[in-house]
């Protein structure tokens, strides 16, 4: 009886060992790009549009307290922010779908807003649940935010243009 007691507590033990020894610590960033341009180039017809923002940058800017390799271990998508630039005219906007790509990363569709656009409000769109390869993006370096949006009149010549505030929480390895 002693020794099964014994041979179950060395088992915990290193099992226990083998779990914090295999855990990486790792430490939280907020990152948020700078505002972008969300841009759709006119004309543009009734019905689903196209705008795009491209946000290059090095990891190095992104973390320069972290010295020699930067390793991503985790990454999401923490809010989406769309505001219409002032002085500029706009026609009647649906509802918006945001998408993001990379190099490396497919197709990933990271936020939604269900209302109409008013010109004179910011929106935050409702952020994924799931969200696939932003960490890939992230070390891609390069990062193409697709916006689609429904536009509900017939035509419009001109560009359609918003500013684009993404926020990121990233985990790198410590």
């Known amino acids: ?18 779990t914090t ?27 689903s549009n196209t705008s795009t ?12 307290e972290i010295e ?37 990363s497919s197709m990933n569709r990271i936020g939604l807003l269900e209302t109409n656009i008013q010109t004179d409000k910011s929106y935050d769109l409702q952020v994924a649940d799931a969200q696939e390869e932003v960490d890939v993006a992230i070390n891609d370096e390069r990062i193409t935010f697709v916006g689609d949006f429904d536009m509900l009149q017939e035509d419009f010549y001109e560009d359609v243009v918003f500013n684009l505030q993404v926020t990121f929480e990233i985990e790198t390895r410590k």
């Open 1 to 18: 009886m002693n020794i099964k007691f014994k041979l179950s507590g060395c088992l915990a033990f290193l099992m226990l060992l083998m």
């Open 21 to 47: 020894s295999c855990s990486v610590e790792t430490e939280k960033h907020v990152i948020t790009t700078p505002v972008l341009d969300l841009k759709a180039v006119g004309p543009l017809f009734e019905g």
């Open 53 to 64: 923002a491209t946000w290059e940058f090095t990891l190095k800017e992104l973390f320069p």
């Open 68 to 104: 020699g390799e930067i390793i991503l271990e985790k990454a999401k998508i923490t809010s989406i922010n769309i505001q219409p630039k002032s002085g500029i005219d706009y026609p009647k906007i649906g509802k918006m779908v945001m998408e993001m790509k990379s190099k490396y």
